[in-house]
């Protein structure tokens, strides 16, 4: 069975690929496939191994009404960059990797609330600059971290994590919005709208990826948190209205944002980083080798469970 993998990954996993298939592998590190190779995809492999970025959308699908491709094996938990309604109509199946990612996710949206209050990126780059003149009683104040509250939109298995952190690290009080009632949040929190939510000092947006979450952070919701709120994405870039995030920021509506993830990215607007109250990292949320391997691992168990015709273990459609 042909396999195509669209980035280079760890070894361990591509080892792991060439034990059971025919493996084709890009050795680009970050180039998403292009319209053309993605077409070219679904005709001549029998599965692939896509990720970010890789946009098998309705109208790729439509170009290949009859394709070779049965399973697209996700290599990670957001597949928003996958249409999966239409992958279902042309017979193609749809996997992610869930669990791999949860710990990893958190830890880095705690780093970016500490990064953000602290203001550490700032105070990194006049320290680099050799602008640090020394310490001083009132040097980069920024916002107290312990004991403030957390407001989590999306309570899934990253949002548990991230309210584990928080309250066990921080002693921050948690209240948090989703969809449906969750019995057990693992600490105690409280369950609210989304506007109590939004109300707390540090936001952090949790939530998938997709049509439902498009845009459900915008302007009304940056108006529903406080002037001294910060606000934290490690979800998809294109949960929060970009536009509306710069506004609210320029016009001191919110007091700093710290991002993983950007609506266009790679491309991040100059308004963003031209803002020293914002902390911006690229896209680092599972960034760590231990992780990308588990990823990565689970998405061949994905792909050898289709080759044995088992159930697939992490089907999304």
């Not at 049509?211 to 002037?227: G, N, P, Q, S």
Request: glycine residues 10%; negative net charge.
């Amino acid at each position: 069975m042909r396999l195509l993998v669209t980035r280079r990954m760890p070894e361990r996993v591509m080892a792991a690929a060439r034990t059971r298939f025919d493996v084709v592998a890009r050795e680009e590190e970050s180039l998403v496939l292009s319209p053309d190779e993605l077409r070219a995809a679904l005709r001549e492999f029998d599965a692939v191994m896509p990720t970010l970025g890789d946009r098998f959308s309705a109208e790729v699908f439509a170009d290949v009404p009859d394709p070779r491709c049965r399973l697209l094996a996700n290599f990670g938990v957001g597949y928003n960059h996958i249409d999966v309604e239409a992958a279902a109509k042309a017979g193609v199946a749809v996997t992610n990797t869930p669990g791999a990612v949860t710990d990893a996710t958190a830890d880095i949206a705690l780093s970016l609330i500490l990064m953000t209050a602290r203001r550490l990126g700032e105070g990194e780059r006049i320290l680099r600059a050799g602008k640090w003149i020394g310490w001083g009683p009132t040097q980069m104040l920024g916002t107290h971290v312990t004991g403030k509250s957390v407001g989590i939109i999306g309570m899934g298995r990253i949002g548990k994590a991230i309210a584990r952190r928080c309250h066990h690290g921080f002693g921050m009080g948690v209240v948090f919005f989703n969809r449906s009632v969750v019995e057990d949040a693992g600490v105690p929190a409280r369950q609210g709208t989304m506007e109590e939510a939004l109300a707390q000092d540090f936001v952090v947006v949790a939530v998938p990826g997709g049509k439902a979450t498009h845009h459900l952070i915008d302007a009304a919701a940056f108006a529903a948190m406080k002037r001294t709120g910060i606000f934290v994405n490690i979800s998809r870039g294109d949960v929060v209205e970009e536009a509306a995030l710069i506004d609210a920021l320029q016009a001191g509506r919110i007091a700093g944002a710290g991002l993983d993830v950007y609506e266009f990215e790679p491309q991040v607007p100059p308004a963003l980083m031209a803002m020293e109250n914002v902390t911006l990292i690229p896209h680092l949320g599972t960034a760590a080798l231990e992780v990308r391997e588990n990823m990565g691992m689970m998405a061949v168990e994905n792909l050898i469970a289709h080759l044995d015709g088992r159930a697939l273990p992490n089907r999304v459609n």
